[in-house]
């Protein structure tokens, strides 16, 4: 019964998307028929089976990433040892894509360990590569 659910969740989402429907429009219909028709476990189950699915490999940077990140020392040191220049992290990758686009979260994670440690040989390059799978998730 679960699954007839989740398939009509599927066909709904499919038809809103071919039809003209503005954005909010279809998030208040799909939070509408998630809340109402579908349990929380069984979302969170698909969405693991999803995962599943998934055949790309991420590739691994972590060699490039180390030394892209020694270009970035000294504005970090000049930034009271936090990384502040997202847009400047086009040596570095994250998935597909430099950190200059995708890399945030990450950035946010280095600023926090360093806010709450202070050292300065964070290796930066290994929090990307420890997170790398959730690029494609």
Known sequence: MSFKILFLFLTL???TQSQKYDQNSIIDILK???QK???NEIV?????????????EFPTHLSENRKGFKNHLATIKANNGYIEDQRNYKDMSYGDYTLSYNGCELIAIYNALYELT??????FAQIIDIHKKMVYL
């Open 13 to 15: 989402l499919i038809s």
């Open 44 to 56: 969170l189950n698909f969405f693991e089976y999803l995962k599943t699915l998934q055949k790309k």
């Open 118 to 123: 202070k050292k300065n040989d964070i290796d």
């Open 32 to 34: 509408s028929f998630l």
């Open 37 to 39: 028709n579908v349990p």
